[in-house]
Nanobody, 121 residues
Framework: QVQLVETGGGLVQAGGSLRLSCAAS????????MGWYRQAPGEQRELVAS???????NYADFVKGRFTISRDNAKSTAYLQMNDLKPEDTALYYC???????????????WGQGTQVTVSS
């Protein structure tokens, strides 16, 4: 199996910063794309940022210039540095990883349990 564990969420005032981490473990041959998503109460889950194994990144417009995604392939870990946080960034943040468990297996997407980010005004 593959497990993703997110850490780093919490309560912060508007304008503050948080750094989320997502560590993947288990039977992993390779990880293609890792991503961060978020879901606020009553809203759909939305993409925040993603990063390929080669380091190519993609950001939602609402976080460009404020959030930075990175990863350490050797540690199977992705990070999300969040600066200048706003109350509307309040949500449950999820990590995803597109994993190939063995050399010939298909790629499957795995999800973490989520970490809560709350930004007070």
């Amino acid at each position: 199996q593959v497990q993703l564990v997110e850490t780093g969420g919490g309560l912060v005032q508007a304008g503050g910063s948080l750094r989320l981490s997502c560590a993947a473990s288990g039977t992993i041959f390779s990880i293609n794309v890792m991503g961060w998503y978020r879901q606020a109460p009553g809203e759909q889950r939305e993409l925040v940022a993603s990063i390929t194994s080669g380091g190519s990144t993609n950001y939602a417009d609402f976080v460009k210039g404020r959030f930075t995604i990175s990863r350490d392939n050797a540690k199977s870990t992705a990070y999300l540095q969040m600066n200048d946080l706003k109350p509307e960034d309040t949500a449950l943040y999820y990590c995803s990883a597109d994993v190939r468990r063995w050399g010939t297996s298909p790629i499957q997407t795995y999800w973490g349990q989520g970490t809560q980010v709350t930004v007070s005004s």
